[in-house]
């Protein structure tokens, strides 16, 4: 009929005596005899031309949200009613922004091969350049789920990384312990789009922590490191993560503020302006000193190595984030090997 309105003769054929049919009926998922027709899809108000389709053949349409009078929309998440005046607060105040940005990043058409780029892979790393080790940091790009990686680009510069490997280096201040150093964290922001790199480096004397970011979209082209809240002791061992529903920024890092320089603490610095200003807070109650406690060690003569920096790690939750640390117990082992892991929370 359609073919005849716009002038085509065709032929039709049909492999069966009936003509149409159900795509898919599930029929043993369900309990109690319920069956389920797979594969369609619900007609919306914005289909034209399905619409068009059925008003020419005459077909009859069901209104499923044709709900009885008094009826509303009932939600439940993370344990607790979600009221429709909750979803509206929070489409305006971030999904909103989340879902425009989702779809700016996203190409079109979208195909098995092209997809939004929130869902490429990011590596970051720092490598020796002409010799030597650990003064630049790199990215590579995965576009296939870590099936291949782009060739290693260069984004930013250590100007004096800091390196703690007794006997061969350590360039802090104190008594010596090995511990990570200087190494690019990297986080993305889905709310706009941009690779976020923290990261330490020696500045005026103590370790700071530096970010640097790029837009995904062009990851050639970075910010100017920036120091974050200025500290008046050493951080070491920074750790960023992202929430992803409002881009609030998250770290977490071994730091000397606290204690004149001398014993380290675990702090959290958090911003909700993408770097603009930031917030600090000790997560620690006791402060430590790294030297004093490690692992054992059959060569050393002490018979202990002195470590801090193993399982360092944060995540970031909508009303929270999360972290965890080596520090000190009083649960495992005997003085000084008396390391553990430990977990703790904070309230941006």
Known sequence: MLYAQKGWTSTIYEATSDIGGRCETQRSYWKNGLIAEMHGEFISSEHSSVLGLASLFNLSLDDTRAYPSGTVDTYWVNGARYTQA????????????????????????????????????????????????????????????????????????????????????????????????????PAFDPTTGRLYVAYTDIVNGKAQILLTYASVSDITTWSAPAIVAPAAGDRINVELSVEPGSGRLDLMTNDRSYTGNTLFDVAYITSSDGGSTWSTTRVTKTSWDPSAYGVPCGSCASGVRPFIGDYDGIISLPGSAAMTWTGPGKTFGVYPTNLEVFFGSVTP
């Open 86 to 185: 909750q979803l509206d607060a929070d489409w305006q105040s971030w999904a909103w922004s989340l879902f425009q940005s989702a779809i700016k990043q996203a190409p079109w058409p979208q195909s098995y091969n092209s997809y939004n780029a929130t869902g490429y892979a990011y590596l970051t790393f720092d490598n020796s350049v002409q010799g030597g080790k650990g003064t630049a940091m790199f990215l590579s790009v995965s576009k296939d789920h870590g099936a291949t990686w782009s060739n290693s680009l260069k984004f930013a510069t250590f100007q004096n990384p800091v390196c703690l490997y007794p006997p061969y280096c350590f360039n802090i201040s104190g008594g010596q312990f090995r511990a990570p150093g200087s190494y690019p964290a």
